[in-house]
């Protein structure tokens, strides 16, 4: 089967910086998607990361090691603006085939 | 605003009725999606249609039921649900090609009582 991992809640300061970590067992393996999701409102997507690295956006980063099975979302700057649920997903196939893990709820306090 | 649109936002209905979801996107993309997303749990993914075509069931119960009459247009039929499918349901889309996002509705609440 398909084992996405991902911790159930965090906690962080504004302004601070935190990692939220993602381990995957699929078969096969195409890419891994980061979703963010705020309560009541469509996921959005943030990073995509097919390569072993880190591709960044802004604030925003994403880290992908394939040979561990294993990526990071780094958010640095935190603003209570980013308290959301943070979704990792893989993509086993070439394409039109998702799994989701069950999601990071951030909670970002002054 | 993300391009894909859900109604209703909210539906509640009885385990006898019969009511559709229905999804519409607007951004030229040729695949779309049906997931449930329950409390806790991963999103599920449950129907995938490319150019009109479904190409993925996942193994979900016959009492919900997909049409997909055109690339814009999904909706999910539903009859004699159960107290357990109350949920978030999302639609989404996407291109079809390996390294393209989906967009997301909104979603639809369902609760059966």
């Known amino acids: 089967g398909q084992n996405i991992d991902q911790p159930t809640e965090m906690t962080a300061t504004e302004g601070a910086i935190v990692q939220i970590n993602c381990t995957y067992q699929t078969s096969g393996f195409n890419g891994l998607f980061w979703y963010q999701q705020h309560a009541g409102e469509a996921p959005t997507f943030l990073s995509y990361n097919v390569l072993d690295g880190l591709e960044e956006k802004g604030r925003f980063s994403s880290f992908l090691s394939r040979s561990k099975g294993y990526s990071y979302l780094l958010l640095k700057e935190l603003q209570m603006k980013d308290s959301a649920s943070y979704l990792c997903?893989?993509?086993?196939?070439?394409?039109?085939?998702?799994?989701f893990g069950s999601g990071t709820k951030l909670n970002v306090k002054p | 605003e993300t391009g894909v649109t859900q109604t209703p936002r909210h539906l509640v209905m009885g385990m006898t009725n019969k009511k559709s979801l229905k999804c519409e996107q607007h951004l030229g993309h040729n695949a779309m999606y049906w997931y449930k997303q329950s409390a806790k749990k991963p999103l599920e993914l449950m129907f995938v249609y490319n150019f009109k075509e479904q190409t993925e069931n996942n193994s979900v119960p016959s009492r919900f039921s997909p049409e997909c009459p055109n690339s814009s247009h999904l909706f999910l039929h539903l009859h004699t649900l159960q107290p357990e499918d109350s949920a978030l349901y999302l639609c989404?889309?996407?291109?079809?090609?390996?390294?393209?996002?989906?967009?997301f509705g909104d979603g639809t609440r369902l609760s059966i009582l």
């Open positions: 997903a893989v993509s086993p196939k070439a394409f039109n085939k998702f799994y």
């Open positions: 989404a889309s996407s291109q079809e090609s390996p390294n393209q996002p989906q967009h």
